[in-house]
């Protein structure tokens, strides 16, 4: 039997990511809060959130990783892994987080809409991808 592993994601970012270099290549680690609406019993719908952590590197089908800050929408497609790290303290932690194939930035936050027309330029030069809606990309 066949087996695979894909995450396909649509939400918010938390918080900016934090963005490094690795040899020639950018690295971009951030958080996206996704939502589920769950129906309960009475027939009332709760809102839930996932929080997923995610890890994209610089390359081809992977927008500008320098506009992904706090509040910005993004879908994205990728594979899980679960890796160990060590932090500045010296304890050891297991993180699992989506490694992404693809990630389209789907709708800006208000304080970035004014900027649109530069990074339209710029996904047309073939910088980035852009979507200039909130539709479905998958």
């Known amino acids: 039997m066949k087996s695979y592993n894909q995450v396909n994601f649509k939400g918010s970012l938390g918080r900016d990511a934090r963005i490094n270099n690795a040899g020639s290549r950018r690295v971009a ?76 930035i789907i709708s800006d936050t208000p304080q970035e809409s004014a900027q649109k027309p530069a990074r339209m330029e710029s996904y047309q030069s073939g910088k980035g991808n852009y979507h200039s809606n909130d539709e479905d990309v998958f």
């Open 29 to 104: 680690n951030f958080s996206v809060a996704t939502e589920y609406n769950i129906k309960k019993n009475d027939g009332s719908f709760v809102n839930e959130t996932t929080w997923l952590n995610v890890c994209a590197w610089q390359g081809y089908g992977i927008c500008d990783l320098d506009e992904l800050k706090k509040g910005v929408k993004v879908c994205g497609n990728g594979r899980l892994r679960t890796r160990k790290y060590t932090d500045n303290s010296g304890e050891e932690h297991e993180i699992t987080e989506v490694v992404v194939d693809s990630l389209d």
